[in-house]
């Protein structure tokens, strides 16, 4: 799908469609061991390694909403986000989000953030992470910086 087909979307097919390939790209990954989840963790993979760094996804809940010390985490990886041009987006699931990650769905306590990082040893691309790039990039053309993404049920 080329950036045109996306900008004539319908809002909420776009949403549909996003929510679709971010599941796809976050199974991708699970399969090429691209990811790392938690929010220490992917500050730890920022810290140390912030190249390897493709793609971010930051969950919350209500449960978590008024949780000061991880709005703060968020702020913190949003700005190193935005410092070194990495697509990032959020989802309201993180139940639905820890499921497609993690092999219970219980496994996952902490999959507020999880990033897709790229192997060290290969070249593993996902053409709907491409999708995701274009839509993170139009979100942004119209100042909705971190835009949120609803994943599909099961």
Same mark, same amino acid.
């Given at each position: 799908?080329?950036?045109?087909?996306?900008?004539?979307?319908?809002?909420?097919?776009?949403?549909?469609?996003?929510?679709?390939?971010?599941?796809?790209?976050?199974?991708?990954?699970?399969?090429?061991?691209?990811?790392?989840?938690?929010?220490?963790?992917?500050?730890?993979?920022?810290?140390?390694?912030?190249?390897?760094?493709?793609?971010?996804? %930051? =969950?919350?809940?209500?449960?978590?909403?008024? *949780?000061?010390?991880?709005?703060? @985490?968020?702020? #913190? &990886?949003?700005?190193?986000?935005?410092?070194?041009?990495?697509?990032?987006?959020?989802?309201?699931?993180?139940?639905? %989000? =820890?499921?497609?990650?993690?092999?219970?769905? *219980?496994?996952?306590?902490?999959? @507020?953030?999880? #990033? &897709?990082?790229?192997?060290?040893?290969?070249?593993?691309?996902?053409?709907?992470?491409?999708?995701?790039?274009?839509?993170?990039?139009?979100?942004?053309?119209?100042?909705?910086?971190?835009?949120?993404?609803?994943?599909?049920?099961?």
């Amino acid at each position: 799908m080329t950036l045109e087909e996306v900008l004539i979307q319908k809002p909420t097919e776009r949403a549909q469609c996003t929510g679709k390939a971010l599941e796809e790209v976050l199974l991708s990954a699970k399969d090429n061991e691209c990811l790392t989840v938690g929010v220490y963790e992917s500050a730890k993979v920022m810290n140390v390694d912030p190249d390897s760094v493709s793609f971010c996804v %930051l =969950a919350v809940d209500e449960e978590f909403e008024c *949780d000061i010390a991880l709005q703060i @985490h968020f702020t #913190l &990886i949003q700005s190193f986000c935005f410092d070194n041009d990495i697509s990032i987006v959020r989802v309201s699931d993180m139940q639905r %989000l =820890a499921e497609i990650v993690g092999d219970k769905a *219980d496994q996952f306590e902490d999959a @507020h953030c999880i #990033l &897709i990082t790229n192997p060290a040893e290969g070249s593993w691309e996902d053409p709907t992470l491409e999708k995701l790039h274009l839509f993170c990039e139009e979100s942004r053309s119209l100042n909705d910086w971190v835009p949120e993404i609803t994943l599909p049920e099961r």
